[in-house]
């Protein structure tokens, strides 16, 4: 039923995998070799067509440019204004719903939840007009807290899937327990199940991060100036009416790259806790 493991295999499965692993992680890494050395890449090598070859030189002022010459700072900085409190609202509503959903038996138990998750599953390009209409009637068109609404409330369903699937997994007896001891219901949220969500949230919260951090589709859909723009819209402004800079195009690249990566790697030993608890029971 399940694999096996590949030291059980045969010597001649062993030793395909052992080649096949390094090249499939090269192919996949190659894009982005590719992106890291264009963005090292002088525009005078781009010019004379050389692509795919080596740099003429280290062009260390691609990354200077965009520090200090490019609107690249203003566009991470509203990337951090929508992705922070978009984790925040929907890591904690998704916490209290959850809870809701995995404690408490009503008649409209299942049903509720199926609404939060449905959303997942309806195709995020049908929604365009609508929600661009709707941000227009609030007067929220082309702000970041408008963007920030809008992924809070779309990242809500999945993240309460996600909340309430783990708390099933938590020991019922110790929230009885409490009970019995008379702890109130808000205090038995705080002090009893949220310690033990400290895993899921952490997981919960890189996954969010990196959802929305990466989005491009709504970031250009719902934003159109630089003041406001995250930094994936914003990339594209780095290339101008007449001449395509991909040498500063490959450089920001890197550099949006970073935080979800960094991210990542501080919250590894947490993320993988979140993801593998109570897979097991």
Same mark, same amino acid.
């Given at each position: &039923?399940?694999?096996?493991?590949?030291?059980?295999?045969?010597?001649?499965?062993?030793?395909?995998?052992?080649?096949?692993?390094?090249?499939?992680?090269?192919?996949?890494?190659?894009?982005?070799?590719?992106?890291?050395? /264009? =963005?090292?890449?002088?525009?005078?090598?781009?010019?004379?067509?050389? %692509?795919?070859?080596?740099? =003429?030189?280290?062009?260390? *002022?691609? %990354?200077?440019?965009?520090? @200090?010459?490019? !609107? $690249?700072?203003? %566009?991470?900085?509203? =990337?951090?204004?929508?992705? $922070?409190?978009?984790?925040?609202?929907?890591?904690?509503?998704?916490? &209290?719903?959850?809870?809701?959903?995995?404690? %408490?038996?009503?008649?409209?138990?299942?049903?509720?939840? @199926? +609404?939060?998750?449905?959303?997942?599953?309806?195709?995020?390009?049908?929604?365009?007009?609508?929600?661009?209409?709707?941000?227009?009637?609030?007067?929220?068109?082309?702000?970041?807290?408008?963007?920030?609404?809008?992924?809070?409330?779309?990242?809500?369903?999945?993240? /309460?899937?996600?909340?309430?699937?783990?708390?099933?997994?938590?020991?019922?007896?110790?929230?009885?327990?409490?009970?019995?001891?008379?702890?109130? *219901?808000?205090?038995?949220?705080?002090?009893?199940? &949220?310690?033990?969500?400290?895993?899921?949230? !952490?997981? +919960?919260?890189?996954?969010?991060?990196?959802?929305?951090?990466?989005?491009?589709?709504?970031?250009?859909?719902?934003? /159109?100036?630089? *003041? /406001?723009?995250?930094?994936?819209?914003?990339?594209? =402004?780095?290339?101008?009416?007449?001449?395509?800079?991909?040498?500063?195009?490959? !450089?920001?690249?890197?550099?949006?790259?970073?935080?979800?990566?960094?991210?990542?790697?501080? &919250?590894?030993?947490?993320?993988?806790?979140? +993801?593998?608890?109570?897979?097991?029971?």
């Amino acid at each position: &039923m399940f694999p096996r493991p590949i030291e059980q295999t045969s010597p001649t499965t062993q030793t395909l995998y052992k080649v096949a692993l390094p090249a499939a992680l090269i192919l996949w890494l190659l894009p982005l070799i590719g992106v890291a050395i /264009t =963005s090292l890449r002088p525009a005078s090598d781009l010019a004379q067509g050389n %692509y795919f070859g080596m740099p =003429s030189y280290i062009a260390f *002022e691609n %990354y200077r440019q965009l520090a @200090f010459d490019s !609107a $690249i700072p203003r %566009y991470m900085l509203n =990337s951090l204004w929508v992705t $922070i409190p978009t984790v925040i609202g929907a890591v904690a509503l998704s916490c &209290m719903t959850g809870f809701a959903l995995a404690v %408490y038996r009503f008649r409209s138990n299942l049903l509720v939840f @199926f +609404l939060f998750v449905a959303g997942n599953f309806v195709p995020f390009q049908i929604l365009m007009v609508p929600v661009r209409d709707l941000t227009l009637s609030l007067g929220m068109y082309n702000t970041w807290y408008g963007l920030a609404l809008f992924h809070i409330a779309f990242q809500t369903g999945f993240c /309460t899937l996600f909340m309430r699937n783990f708390i099933k997994s938590l020991p019922f007896e110790l929230i009885e327990a409490a009970r019995v001891e008379g702890v109130s *219901e808000i205090r038995i949220f705080w002090h009893v199940v &949220m310690p033990l969500m400290r895993p899921a949230i !952490a997981a +919960l919260a890189v996954l969010v991060f990196t959802f929305i951090w990466n989005d491009f589709f709504w970031a250009t859909v719902l934003t /159109t100036s630089a *003041e /406001t723009q995250p930094i994936t819209a914003g990339l594209s =402004s780095l290339n101008g009416q007449w001449i395509a800079q991909w040498q500063l195009v490959s !450089a920001g690249s890197i550099i949006a790259a970073l935080p979800p990566v960094l991210m990542f790697f501080l &919250m590894q030993k947490h993320f993988i806790a979140g +993801l593998t608890l109570g897979a097991v029971k």
